[in-house]
C-alpha cells in the first residue's frame, strides 16, 4: 500500500513559479513509475507529467514541455514537480499519482495509475 500527500501549492502570479512536492509511504514507492496530473474546474483530469521507477526516463505534456519538470528522490520518498513560467491556463488542482508496476516504465493514462495524493491547488493570476 502507498499513501501519497502533496504539497507546495499556492497563488503565484504569471510568469513565476513553484515546486509542488509528493510524498509517500510505502516501502516499494521507488519501485513504481510516477506521476502529476491536474484537473481544472469543469475539466477532466488531465496527465502533466511521467517519470519511470528510477526517475531515468520522464515524459510530459505538450503543454507543460519545456516549463515544467519532474523529478524524484527516492531515498526520500518524494517526488517533484518543479513549475516555471506558470501561466493562467496551468490553474488547477494538481495530483500525484503511483502505478503498481515494479520496476515499471513511464505511464500516461489515468487509469493506470493505483494510488493517488489528495491534491493540491495551484492557481495563476494574470
Known amino acids: 500500500q502507498v499513501q501519497l500527500v502533496e504539497s507546495g501549492g499556492g497563488l503565484v502570479q504569471a510568469g513565476g513559479s513553484l515546486r509542488l512536492s509528493c510524498a509517500a509511504s510505502?516501502?516499494?514507492?521507488?519501485?513504481?513509475?510516477m506521476g502529476w496530473f491536474r484537473q481544472a474546474p469543469g475539466k477532466e483530469r488531465e496527465f502533466v507529467a511521467g517519470?519511470?521507477?528510477?526517475?531515468?526516463?520522464?515524459y510530459y505534456a505538450n503543454s507543460v514541455k519545456g516549463r515544467f519538470t519532474i523529478s524524484r528522490d527516492n531515498a526520500k520518498n518524494t517526488v517533484y514537480l518543479q513549475m516555471n513560467s506558470l501561466k493562467p491556463e496551468d490553474t488547477a488542482v494538481y495530483y500525484c499519482a503511483a502505478a503498481r508496476v515494479v520496476y515499471g516504465s513511464i505511464r500516461q493514462r489515468l487509469e493506470e495509475y493505483d494510488y493517488w495524493g489528495q491534491g493540491t491547488q495551484v492557481t495563476v493570476s494574470s
Open positions: 517519470s519511470s521507477w528510477s526517475g531515468g526516463s520522464t
Open positions: 510505502g516501502r516499494t514507492f521507488s519501485s513504481y513509475p
